[in-house]
């Protein structure tokens, strides 16, 4: 069966994006499976398109605008010649989407199955939000070169592959900022990365990562037709992974109480001014903390005991002596006292 | 959402090639306006290169109100371009009774003046029409100024390009230098002022953008120049802020982006001129804009400059070829222009960078 | 018992009632031995079974009951149940309280207490303004956690861009006059409290919390110290960099500082000189002698007597006069490296003074804070409390307004507190007040609230003045102050902060802000048609 063509600019009249799409959907009901689109910047081409006998459909475009192969599905196979804008791949569900060139901000955003690749760069918020539905596999976004800022924002499963290709003079190929909010999912980096999110660690490859990474490659490096590059990306000197950093690997900080015993003033801002052992009295605490304490007039007392009797500390013995640290200063014994032998002071 | 392009040439261009490159970004906006700035010019302009071209568009009575306040001011008519207007029916557009592109000679009394003194001249003389045709509400006055020829109206792109006859190429019309954007500002009223590119004394700006410090930016500005009067769209702030550090403070370019999204103080204390970032970030807080914007611009050397918010939260690509430069909101502008350039040059600017076009194309990235 | 008279202090005049169930009692003395205003004393009273045909007999019983007493009165502040293991004695609040009228009556005195004015017959302005520009569509919300914000703002004198007369060679810009000095602080202050008003603890506390904001969470918050002379270690030690020291009419402790000053090894983060307080502004300030504890003495360098801090400097007689000489000479202090800023009571004539202040011809002023009507304090009669000031918001954006008018906003950084976060939610107040044109806010209350001041602002406590502070904060006896836990104390006012951080950004985050919105007044609505007069902001309804 052959292609079928859609050329969208005539003249100076260009095809919308709804009439493009309902063509295209026309087209798929009439059995269609193949299309080449020359594109004027229309948006979400080869994005939820199925066919009922169950045969893949594929796109070949050129020069398409935003959302390319958004929301696409299993079977679906989109091929961009040359770079295109926004938002590529966004909720892939299982397609596999290769655009020759760059793709432009919040590329595979949301992705959660299917294959994006990118064989040249990607901006910023690429990868956004990515994750991975264990009922299926797990979705994958390769790109060629770098990405920008803030990419992988709560990330949430999946596998990124970001090749740093020709990124040597960048200081990071993830831009700054990258994966704040990651929680699931690896980012696998060739290169230079600064500016992570605090919640991610950088790890080495083992065994497994590697023999991901190099049956990968070729299937990416084909589809975006760059299979020369295959020995320059398979060392794996300078590749690593981005991983969410467990809880309890989480820096903790000091608590106060720890800066004040190791770099504050040993003996406090004021300990050559007051005494203080920092010592904390409870509301009514025998001893020093004592807001009054009891004075005994040995002349008043007429040996009734009443005070002995009465104190709720047992602090007061046979001889009317006071027990400091049992004491709380109450006024129990005064109060009782008949003859006002004690006094609170 | 707005769809922005700006295009340097070695060649002087027609003005349909602004329509081309909106074409494709279409989805991007809304049908509601184009209007376009050119600089550099070349065509039947050519030869009037240092003398100040009126763009305006009026009433009748605004035509005759500016001829009176042109003539009381000493200057005389050169040369009149009137585009060659195609009437059709059905056509989307809002038009207005004339369109004056007019070339005047300064007056006799400035011929022994500074470029300073005659800059003056055209200021005083674009603020005394606008206040007049405002007044009167009889039109609009978009440039007063050499070398610069604006268009703005509100309708459908393709149906003002028809209208104003300029799909069809000619070599009248041509510049080396046109900015251009397909939509009216439709956050506010839609005010013909309103609609980007927006000019001042040299330099141009188009943002594809939501100045969230609008009224911040706007109580500053309001005080700071005399020129700064318009402010029906958030995005004139950035124009002024512009035209303030670069022309105004005589700053280096490169200070302009310490200026609208200046470095957090962490950063700034790693650096090596930290004490001038610091001084400039207080200094002009009221002139930061936070929130998301692009933006592109033209300097009086004729250079084109773009610039993103702190988190390079909406589009723009930069393409080349050897004879052009192309800056816009969406790479599909780019693949329909230049469908031959080498895409592997494109420059996506980051969040923290300035692009400048030279005046002989070359294009520098510079960090902030 | 001797007999009661008619025109004697009666127990129905006092402010709190001491509500005492026997039944519940145990008597085990805790609450006497708590209450730190001997408002409550242990008594025995005498009872007679009330029988009628038993013979008389009486018995002789223990109870607690309320002192009646001008002196010796309860505040409310509700320690005994607090200690009381049974839940059987509370204080409770007297509608007919006539305490004030009595004291009067009885002393020829004026009223005195601490804490915030208790007439609040109106709903507060801030609460009516909402943060009602919320991107929705427009421009992208920012993320509170994915985002990055920057809470800084500076303090010192900040020149309008065409007079920093930069050089440039083409490319770089580079400096060509010596400039004012800057720092880029929190945009919160610990609003200050002199040591003397607080407890040397809880000084310690808030000056722990700041250190560890500063080197440990990076939060780069500034401290006041308020006048009250400042301990000569830390003068001496890098932490008075985070440091604002303030001089106010009494120069408490000024000698001090100024001998030390050889022996500083880093700059403090400013000097504020303050003139009048939002509390009791036209009042000066006075530290009861009961409260100038040994240690008081030696850190101030006074000896134990009253100590008065007069209502104005004594030798400022005009704006000008006040520019010339306590600016000029505070910033020659530090030869020109410290910002030198002002805090006055808010005033009709606030704006008088900042538009004298902005056209300062030396460019030394370095800061205007204005302290508004709501302020706390730790002694004020109550006649100034009550009646004197002026709210903050209307007069905070009165003043940034005037600078907008001449185009000179941010020139002066504004500062505003007074009653800040009186109703639970000092994030947005602070918010609030930066959106009106506020570069930061300060506060002393929310710190005592946080550290577990007891008081409220309907008369709970209010006994800041005594020295009988029960909650140990601004007592200076050592059996109350150490009521208080440092650590506990530090670690809550940085946690604090740290909530009011996340608080902060919530709010920035739905406007789209990611650095300080100072004079974004567009994001606010009221639902008051006056205060939006008043203000120059949205109506919303």
């Known amino acids: 069966m052959t292609a079928c063509k859609i050329k969208t600019l005539n003249n100076n009249t260009r095809m919308s994006t709804q009439e493009l799409l309902q063509t295209i959907n026309k087209k798929i009901e009439e059995g269609i499976t193949e299309f080449e689109i020359e594109a004027c910047g229309q948006h979400d081409i080869g994005g939820s398109v199925w066919s009922k006998s169950g045969k893949n459909i594929t796109f070949k475009i050129t020069n398409p605008g935003q959302r390319v192969g958004a929301m696409a599905m299993d079977g679906t196979k989109i091929i961009v010649e040359g770079s295109a804008p926004a938002d590529v791949g966004w909720l892939n569900s299982g397609a596999e989407i290769i655009v020759k060139g760059d793709g432009g901000d919040t590329t595979a955003h949301c992705a959660a199955g299917g294959k994006i690749y990118i064989g040249g760069r990607t901006g910023t918020r690429s990868g956004a939000l990515m994750k991975h539905d264990p009922r299926f596999e797990a979705p994958e976004f390769w790109v060629l070169k770098n990405t920008g800022s803030f990419s992988f924002e709560f990330m949430g499963g999946g596998i990124a592959v970001i090749c740093g290709y020709e990124c040597d003079d960048i200081p990071s190929i993830l831009g700054n900022r990258s994966c704040v909010g990651m929680v699931g999912g690896t980012v696998y980096v060739r290169g230079n990365v600064d500016g992570l999110a605090e919640c991610v660690q950088k790890v080495k490859l083992d065994k497994f990562d590697k023999d991901f990474l190099k049956s990968g490659l070729d299937n990416f490096l084909k589809e975006i037709g760059r299979e020369e590059l295959k020995e320059t990306l398979s060392d794996f000197t300078n590749w690593m992974k981005i991983i969410p950093l467990p809880k309890a690997l989480k820096e903790k900080n000091i608590t106060v109480k720890e800066f004040k015993d190791t770099q504050w003033f040993t003996d406090g801002l004021f300990g050559d001014l007051v005494e203080d052992n920092g010592e904390v009295f409870a509301l009514s605490q025998a001893g020093d903390a004592r807001l009054r304490k009891p004075v005994w007039d040995k002349a008043k007392c007429i040996r009734c005991n009443l005070c002995v009797k009465n104190c709720p500390q047992n602090a007061i013995n046979e001889d009317y002596n006071v027990t400091d640290n049992r004491c709380i200063g109450c006024g129990i014994c005064s109060a009782v006292c008949p003859k006002s032998a004690w006094t609170m002071v | ?368 | ?541």
């Open chain 3, 1 to 541: 018992m001797a007999a009661v008279k008619v025109n004697e202090l009666r127990k129905s005049d006092l402010p709190w009632i001491i509500e005492y169930d026997e039944s519940k009692c145990i008597q085990c003395g805790k609450c006497t031995a708590a209450c730190s205003f001997n408002a409550i004393m242990p008594c025995v009273e005498e009872r007679k079974s009330n029988s009628i045909t038993a013979p008389r007999k009486t018995e002789k019983v223990l109870v607690i009951k309320q002192n009646i007493s001008l002196d010796n009165y309860c505040r409310g502040c509700g320690m005994c149940s607090n200690v009381c293991p049974n839940g059987a004695i509370k204080a409770v609040r007297n509608k007919d309280d006539k305490y004030s009228v009595v004291y009067r009556a009885e002393k020829a005195d004026s009223f005195k207490k601490g804490g915030r004015s208790n007439l609040n017959t109106e709903g507060r302005t801030l609460d009516k303004i909402k943060i009602g520009r919320i991107s929705q569509m427009t421009d992208p919300s920012l993320d509170a956690q994915r985002h990055t914000f920057e809470l800084r703002t500076p303090l010192g004198r900040v020149l309008k861009a065409d007079k920093l007369n930069f050089g440039h060679n083409g490319e770089a810009l580079y400096e060509t006059t010596p400039l004012p000095p800057n720092r880029w602080i929190y945009p919160i202050i610990f609003g200050d409290m002199s040591i003397g008003a607080v407890s040397w603890r809880m000084w310690e506390a808030m000056a722990i919390a700041t250190a560890y904001l500063n080197e440990v969470m990076g939060i780069p918050l500034r401290m006041c110290t308020g006048e009250g002379g400042i301990p000569t270690k830390l003068l001496k030690s890098r932490y008075v960099k985070y440091m604002i020291l303030q001089i106010a009419s009494g120069h408490f402790g000024w000698n001090r500082i100024i001998k030390a000053m050889p022996d500083m090894t880093e700059d403090p983060a400013g000097i504020l000189i303050k003139i009048g307080q939002g509390a009791k502004p036209g009042d000066g300030g006075l530290l009861q002698a009961s409260k100038v504890a040994r240690y008081v003495q030696e850190i101030r360098g006074v000896p134990k007597a009253d100590l008065l801090s007069p209502p104005t400097h004594q030798g400022l007689y005009s704006i000008e006069e006040s520019v010339q000489k306590m600016f000029l000479s505070m910033n020659a202090a530090f030869n020109f490296r410290v910002p030198v800023a002002i805090k006055v009571a808010a005033s009709v004539t606030s704006v008088s003074v900042y538009n004298n202040l902005l056209r300062d011809p030396y460019n030394i002023v370095g800061g205007f804070f204005l302290d508004g009507l709501a302020a706390g304090t730790g002694a004020a009669h109550e006649i100034s409390l009550n009646h004197t000031g002026h709210p903050i918001t209307s007069k905070l954006r009165d003043c940034y307004l005037a600078a907008v008018h001449q185009g000179r906003q941010g020139e002066i950084p504004l500062f505003a507190g007074g009653g800040l976060g009186q109703t639970g939610s000092f994030a947005a107040d602070a918010f609030k007040l930066i959106c009106l044109g506020a570069n930061g806010v300060f506060t002393g209350s929310t710190l005592l609230e946080v550290a577990g001041c007891v008081g409220s602002d309907t008369g709970k406590c209010n006994a800041c003045n005594t020295g009988f502070c029960p909650a140990g904060i601004a007592a200076q006896d050592d059996r109350l102050v150490k009521r208080l836990d440092v650590d506990k104390v530090a670690q809550n006012l940085v946690n604090y902060i740290l909530a009011t951080d996340i608080e902060l950004k919530k709010l920035m985050a739905p406007i789209g802000c990611s650095s300080l919105p100072v004079g974004r007044s567009d994001a606010l609505i009221t639902v008051d048609k006056h205060i939006s007069d008043r203000l120059d902001i949205q109506y919303g309804c």
């Open chain 2, 1 to 368: 959402m707005c769809r922005i392009g700006a295009i340097k040439s070695k060649n002087k261009l027609h003005p349909s090639i602004a329509l081309k490159l909106m074409r494709s970004q279409q989805e991007g906006h809304d049908d509601s306006g184009f209007a376009f700035v050119m600089q550099d010019l070349g065509g039947i302009f050519e030869s009037y290169k240092d003398l100040p071209l009126l763009s305006m568009a009026a009433t009748v009575e605004g035509t005759r109100l500016a001829e009176d306040i042109l003539r009381e001011s000493g200057f005389s008519r050169v040369m009149q371009w009137t585009p060659n207007i195609n009437n059709e029916k059905g056509l989307k557009i809002d038009a207005m009774p004339n369109y004056i592109f007019e070339v005047l000679q300064y007056p006799k009394s400035y011929k022994h003046a500074t470029e300073e003194e005659k800059e003056e001249l055209l200021i005083n003389t674009s603020i005394e029409l606008r206040n007049a045709l405002e007044k009167t509400n009889s039109g609009y006055i978009y440039s007063f100024w050499p070398d610069t020829l604006t268009l703005k109206e509100i309708g459908s792109p393709k149906d003002i390009g028809t209208y104003f006859d300029l799909w069809n190429e000619n070599k009248d019309l041509a510049s080396g230098i046109i900015t251009a954007q397909c939509r009216q500002n439709t956050n506010y009223d839609i005010v013909r002022y309103a609609a980007h590119p927006f000019f001042l004394e040299g330099y141009t700006v188009l943002v594809n953008g939501e100045n969230t410090f609008y009224e911040k930016n706007k109580y500053y500005q309001q005080k700071l120049y005399k020129g700064y009067l318009g402010f029906e769209s958030d995005s004139q702030c950035l124009l002024y802020t512009l035209h303030y550090v670069h022309k105004i403070l005589k700053w280096p370019l490169q200070y302009f982006k310490h200026t609208i999204t200046p470095l957090e103080y962490d950063d700034i204390i790693k650096r090596d001129n930290r004490e001038i970032l610091l001084r400039i970030k207080a200094s002009l807080s009221h002139l930061e804009v936070n929130g998301p914007n692009t933006m592109l611009a033209v300097t009086p050397d004729k250079e084109l400059l773009c610039v993103c918010d702190s988190k390079k939260l909406r589009p723009v690509v930069v393409g080349r070829n050897k004879d052009m430069v192309i800056m816009t909101s969406e790479v599909a502008g780019l693949n329909d222009l230049m469908p031959d350039r080498d895409f592997r040059q494109d420059i996506y600017p980051t969040e923290r960078e300035t692009i400048v076009v030279k005046k002989d194309l070359t294009v520098e990235r510079w960090q902030q």
